[in-house]
Structures are given as C-alpha cells and as structure tokens.
C-alpha cells in the first residue's frame, strides 16, 4: 500500500493550499484516510479523516470550519484532498495522509495502518 501525498508549499496568511493523496493499490477493505501534521519540535497530531464512503467527516477543533476533507474514487484509485482556506501560522507544519483498514476512524496515529510522505505546508505572516 502506497499514499503519495502533494501539494504543500509556501502561502500567505489567510491564504489557501490544497494537498492531494492517492493511494491506487490495496484499496479493498480500506475504510477511511486521514490528514495529520507535524510542526517542528512538536508531536503528530491528527488534523482530519472521512470515511472512504464520503458519509462521515472528522476535524480537529483547530482547523475546523477552515479546512475541508473530501474524497474521490475512481476504480481502486483514491484521492483524499485537503482543501486549506483562512491559513494561520500556526498551520505550518509537515503533513502526513493516511490510511486506515479499521473502524472506527481514530485520531492516534496507533489507529491508522499506513502513512504517505509528508509535504511542507509553510505559512508566512
């Protein structure tokens, strides 16, 4: 199973950025995938996940209401994005896609089986 995550890069506060993941293979049995993000000297925390059906969304208290998840299928291919508007500071960090085979949808990093490269979001003042 591989996740290929882009679409980091620099933006203004109060900007947006959108990141992208695909995973095409090992699909079958696949039941959600999941952003998280890593700030430097911090741990990884969840940021959010929906459900490979599209029914449910989850958000971390953080971003939510600034940032929206959304899925697309075609065939076994996957695509999770990660639509960031009214970006903060704060939200300049690595973040990591990922995908889980388990429910219910967790924010551990223990709950979710496979883990994307990282991409560099930076937001500038």
């Known amino acids: 199973v591989q996740l290929q995550a882009s679409g980091g890069g620099l933006a203004q506060t109060g900007g947006s950025l959108r990141l992208s993941c695909a995973i095409s293979e090992g699909t079958v049995g696949m039941h959600g995938m999941g952003w998280f993000r890593q700030a430097p000297g911090e741990e990884r925390e969840f940021v959010a996940s929906?459900?490979?059906?599209?029914?449910?969304?989850?958000?971390a208290d953080a971003v939510k209401g600034r940032f929206t998840i959304s899925i697309s299928r075609d065939g076994a291919k996957n695509t999770a994005y990660l639509q960031m508007n009214g970006l903060k500071v704060e939200d300049t960090a690595v973040y990591y896609c990922?995908?889980?085979?388990?429910?219910?949808?967790?924010?551990?990093?223990?709950?979710?089986?496979?883990w994307g490269q990282g991409t560099q979001v930076t937001v500038s003042s």
């Open positions: 990922a995908a889980s085979y388990s429910l219910p949808l967790g924010r551990m990093l223990n709950d979710w089986g496979y």
């Open positions: 929906i459900r490979t059906t599209g029914i449910a969304t989850y958000y």
